[in-house]
């Protein structure tokens, strides 16, 4: 679990892009729950939802 965390944030300081990335790749290990993702990378579920959201509003 740490180690997702750390990577959470290294990426978030380094590329938007990836972060969403890493983010939605988790979401779907996790069978789209937003709770587990969430609490995988210890963020809020709204920005787990923002983050599901992103592609959408790029585009």
């Known amino acids: ?3 997702s965390v750390n990577v959470y ?3 978030r300081k380094l590329s938007p ?3 969403c990335e890493f983010v939605l ?3 779907a290990e996790y069978d789209g729950n ?3 993702t ?3 990378f210890n ?3 709204n920005t787990v939802r923002r983050t599901k959201a ?3 509003v790029i585009m």
């Open 34 to 36: 937003i709770s587990k």
């Open 1 to 3: 679990m740490h180690s």
């Open 54 to 56: 992103y592609p959408l």
């Open 9 to 11: 944030h290294h990426l």
């Open 17 to 19: 892009d990836k972060v």
């Open 25 to 27: 790749n988790k979401l």
């Open 43 to 45: 963020i809020s579920r």
């Open 38 to 40: 969430s609490r995988a």
